[in-house]
């Protein structure tokens, strides 16, 4: 079974301040992890994934996450928050021999101007 | 990334219906998937639909309540049978793209009256 928890339900940041966003996860075998962005009466937007190689992985709008194996985490980051910035991120991981994802509960971030 | 088009992209619909949730896909693609994601809850996967198969469900899916057709490799259709306001959901199809990468669509916006 694989599983993925996201402890926090909001972040709030102000504007130009680092934002992270925290991920831990549960596979039995290698994990394939994602970040998703959900922007207000949108679709769900892929932003980064981690596959294998380095554990610092870059992806869309500047974001980029670090997977750390021993921690099982795959925390978001962000060095600069932008307002435009503020919406529901998922984090979701898939076992490497199956293509189904499971999802975090999602946290509601908001970066004030 | 692939570019996935659904149909509709809201309705409001009479309980006791059904509605039939179009999913195009711009590329052939293996693997197609349709989630529900419940009023202000997370994603939880319905069925893996691959094309010259049945359809997968998952636990707590049925095939009675939610029908998929997945005719050809770049269009498949899921319908939501006799529905309550329980189904009130977006309900997002998904596609295996290269290099592992889930994308999503923008989401099928029901709402049952």
């Known amino acids: 079974a694989q599983s993925v928890a996201q402890p926090e339900d909001q972040v709030n940041v102000a504007e130009g301040n680092p934002l992270t966003v925290k991920c831990t996860y549960s596979v039995s075998g290698n994990p394939y992890l994602f970040w998703y962005v959900q922007y207000p009466n949108r679709g769900l937007q892929f932003l980064l994934k981690y596959i294998t190689g380095d554990n610092l992985v870059k992806g869309s709008y500047g974001f980029e996450a670090e997977f750390n194996k021993s921690q099982t985490s795959f925390h978001l980051k962000k060095p600069s928050a932008l307002v435009s910035d503020s919406a529901l991120y998922f984090c979701?991981?898939?076992?490497?021999?199956?293509?189904?994802?499971?999802f975090g509960a999602g946290t509601t971030v908001t970066v004030r101007a | 990334s692939a570019v996935i088009s659904q149909k509709p992209s809201r309705d409001i619909c009479q309980r006791g219906t059904s509605l039939t949730i179009q999913c195009q896909v711009d590329?052939?693609?293996?693997?197609m998937f349709w989630y529900r994601q419940q009023p202000g809850q997370s994603l939880t996967l319905i069925a893996t639909a691959n094309q010259g198969s049945e359809a997968t469900y998952e636990s707590g899916f049925v095939i009675d309540k939610f029908p998929i057709s997945r005719p050809n490799l770049t269009f498949s259709t899921l319908t939501v049978s006799n529905m309550s306001p329980e189904d009130s959901s977006i309900y997002l199809c998904?596609?295996?793209?290269?290099?592992?990468?889930?994308?999503f669509g923008e989401g099928s916006w029901l709402t049952v009256v």
């Open positions: 979701a991981v898939r076992d490497i021999a199956d293509y189904k994802l499971s």
């Open positions: 590329s052939q693609v293996t693997m």
């Open positions: 998904s596609v295996a793209g290269r290099g592992n990468t889930i994308y």
